[in-house]
Structure formats: C-alpha cells, structure tokens
C-alpha cells in the first residue's frame, strides 16, 4: 500500500491507500474521490480522470505516451503538470504522491 | 412531498443518471430498478482485457456499492419491471410489487439480435452483451479451441482479436465484402482485416452462415452459403442489438427503432425520459436523428436527463465519439460518417498508423483515427466547432495534426 492524496479545487483533501499496481483513477473511483469520472475504465478514451501532479512529483512519474497527450489536449485546464490518472499506477516510488483535480471536471 | 425518481435499466445510461440526480442537487428519492442481478458495470471490457481473464470482475462496476450508498440510491437489482400505469404513475414489477413515480427514466439499452438459422440453438453458440453471456463462455475459452464469430463488426472482431491473442483458433465470418461495412469506409474494414489475417485469424468475407449442425462431443459444425463446413467448440454471434422499447412502448410511449426522445431526452409522454443505447434522438450537430451504441452517449444522456428533471432546460447536444481496441490497435472515432461524399486518408494503413476524415460537401462529419490520437482530438474540436478543412492540408503529413485546426 501507498499513500496518496488528493485535493479537490474546493481544497478539501483525501489520504488514500492504494494498493502497488493499481492506476490512480480506480483508486480515485473506489474511494469516491469526486472529480475523477474515468468514464472510459481507463483506456485513455475519454480524458475525464485529468488531474495536475504536484510539482515535487512530476519526474517521478513514467513519461506520457502520445495517447495520453494527446487526449490531455481535449481538457480545459491542460498545463505542465497535467495527466491522466488511469495512466498512473501505483508504484512504492510514488509513495506520498500529491494530486489536484482541476475546476470544473466532474 | 419529496418526489421519487425511478430509473429502469442498471446499465451506464442508468448509473450515470443517479450519479447526475444528485450533482444537479435532486433531492428526492431515486430507485434504480434493474434486471441484471450485478452493480452498474461496464460493457466494454467485455470483448477485451475481460473476456480473457485479464481483469478482476471488481474492475468492471462503474461504481463500488458504497458510492450509492453515500447518494442514498435505492439499487432494486436483479428484477425486472414488467408494465407501467402512466395515468397512476405507477410500475409494477416482476416479484408482483409496485413503485411509483414522479419522474420516470428509461435506460433500458438494447439485446442482442439473435442467429434465426437451423441448429442456432446449439450449445456451443454464444452471444456477448452481458457478464452473464461471458461467465458462460468463458469456460470454453482457452488456447487451443476453435472459435467461429459470427459478424465482423467491432463486438465480433474485438472478440476475434483477444481470442487470437490468447491462442485459440479463430474464424470470422462476414456476410459483406469486408469487415465494419455498417461504421467504416472499405479501406478501413480492409485495414482491420488485414491486421486480423496477420495474426492467424481467417476472415471470410461474403460469406453468410446457413445452419449449424451438430458434430458431437460439443462441437458445432458452421454451413455457409459458399459451401463451407467450419467446425467449432465455441461461437461467438455478433449480428447487432435490438433496443428494448416494448415496455415503453405497451405503456403508449412513441417508439421508433428506439424510444422517441426530444432534445431534452423527454418521451412522448409527460415525466418520462430516456437515456442510452434504447433511445432515438434527435442531433443537433448533424440535424437528423440517430440511435447510439455507446458509452459516451449514454453517458451524455443520463446526465442530460438529470439535468432536465432538476428544471435547468439543458438541450442534448454531443459530437459522438467511440472507440475499439484490437492488438497493439487503438480505434478512435469521432462523428457519424453517415452520408459522407468523400474520404481523405491521412497517413499509411501499411504502418498502423493513419485517419480517415469522412466529408460530406466538403464538411467535416467524423474521423476513424487508428493509433492516431492527435488528429482524434482535433478533429473533435473541427466538428464541434463546425470548423472549416482543406482537403490538401488534412493529407499532408508535413503539417502537425494540431495545426489542421486552424485551416
Ligand atoms: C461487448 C461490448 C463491447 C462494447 N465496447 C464498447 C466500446 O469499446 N466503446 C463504447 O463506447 N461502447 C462500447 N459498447 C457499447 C456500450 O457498452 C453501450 O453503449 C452501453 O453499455 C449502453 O448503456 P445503456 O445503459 O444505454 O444500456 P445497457 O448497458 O444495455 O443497460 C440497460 C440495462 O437495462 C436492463 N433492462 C432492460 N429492460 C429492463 C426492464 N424492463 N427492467 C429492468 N431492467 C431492464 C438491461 O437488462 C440492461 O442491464 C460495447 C458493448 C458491448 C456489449
Ligand atoms: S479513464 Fe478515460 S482517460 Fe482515464
């Protein structure tokens, strides 16, 4: 298990344990994080799990492949930390991760 | 006097009206009454990662049971509702009980077409549109047993395609001259049949299926109009889906290949909607009518039903979009090509990777962008916005997908 956090644009802030292995937008939909839809099961298909990543934490993460890029292009708060969370699995490096669902995206 | 909503179908047109009810502040009672006996779930995996075993069944509920707890939802699962009192605003139910409405929604999706043909009730056939359909194959699928699919469309070739990748033997039978002829222009059923024949799959196009005949020991023994004989332990039918408007329609609801809605999801009949695969709607964007089978639509509706039972006059107006994964293939698609004059091909089909742009009087009506997600994104954004293209820019490769915005 890992911890991982996430802020909604209101503030409100959730620690959440995530099973190793697990993406980031399941484990968001399990515990009823609100904000992150995943209405595609998180095939990168349908852009509604975008979330900002703190900033310590961006090159932590695996790169984006074109698809997810791509994809981020079609949401409206699109910057430098932006990615889908179903492409973000869960790994011990990522232990403490900080995530911001943007306004708007519910 | 709290009102009572009431939801028919527990499918994503279902689950995503609840979860809408309460964003757009519905404070009243919400039922959800529906004849599957599971959670919401997801269809999709079902021709994909699922099928195979490559996904626990936990992954596929659109929601855990907890969240329509915190919604306070009522989930009714596993009965079926059997007719409507519209004067009474009544329902009655299998079990004999009865709910009544103030508003009520249909999100009762679609069945699937069933084989006609003698022998179409032999064991080994199977049809794929529920968890249920796949507990009940799942048995016979593994590496070694020979599958036929009957029908190549994109339910039938995604079954194909995890098949193959897990070692069965497959053969696809096709009654037109190529694959997707009813969504995709030629070169696009051309493309997905090649990259079917490279992984051992047989496509038999032109071909209909006359009878089944049973060999024995389980086996099915598939005749087809070009004299074949294919012999299989597993069948997998794939000819479409029927919407479910019989109940709406004994209730007096207007119903034509579909539920009847208006812009705003409303039926013919006051308070009630209907949302999803079972509707006929009318597009704003394309100005004609048209019945979905996706999820993107149902979704779109379930929140355009929501919004319009909380009074906010929300019209429904979405540019569809689906996609399809077979192999390392990932299919986009954005628009409804019906009625195009044109096609402009966008890269090499030879490289797995290219876009077909559909154009209708030199309009752009939708895009199939295989492993091409840029041009899938902007051609959203051109059919959306109702964009303007140039045929010479869309082909020219040397111009960055983004940028075919601003022709
Ligand atoms: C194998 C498969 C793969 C797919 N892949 C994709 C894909 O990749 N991308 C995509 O966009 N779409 C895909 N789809 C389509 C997508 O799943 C559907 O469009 C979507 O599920 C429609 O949702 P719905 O709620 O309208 O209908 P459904 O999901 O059909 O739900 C309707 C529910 O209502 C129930 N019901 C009907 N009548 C009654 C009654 N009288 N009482 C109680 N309950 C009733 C039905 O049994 C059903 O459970 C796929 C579908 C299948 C089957
Ligand atoms: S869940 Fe659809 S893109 Fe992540």
Redo the contacts with the bound molecule.
Sequence with gaps: MIKVTYIEDNGTSRDIDVEEGTNLMDAAVDNLVPGIDGD?GGVS?CATCHVHVDAAWQDKLEPMNETEDSMLDLTDSRDDSSRLACQITATAALDGLVLRTPTGQH | MSETTVI????????QTVMSLRREGFEGKIVL????PELPY???P???AYLAGEMAKDRLFIKPAAFYDKLDAELLLG????SIDTQKQQLTLKDGSTQSYDQLVF?????VRRLTCSGADHPAVHY???LGDVEAMQARFSAGTRLAVVGGG??GL?TAAIAAKHGLQVTVLEAQATPLVRVACPEVGQFFQSIHQQAGVSIHCDTLLESIEDEGEGVAALITNTGERILAELVVVGIGLLP?VE?AASAGIACDNGITVDEHCRTSVANIYA????TNHPNPIYQRRMR???????IEQGKTVAANICGKNTPYAQVP?????QYDVKLQTVGINMGYDQTVIRGQPDSRSFAVFYLQAGRLLAVDAINRPAEFVVAKKIITQGLAVSVDRLQDETINAKELVEA
Excluded: M
């Design positions: 595609c298909a | 028919i179908g527990g499918g994503q047109a279902g689950a009454i529906a004849d599957e997801q269809r999709p079902l021709s994909k009965v079926a509702v059997e999100a009762t999706g679609g069945r794929l549109r529920t994109y339910i995604e479910n109940l949302a999803g695969d079972c979905l089978e996706s999820v993107h639509n149902a979009w689906f996609w399809s994964d």
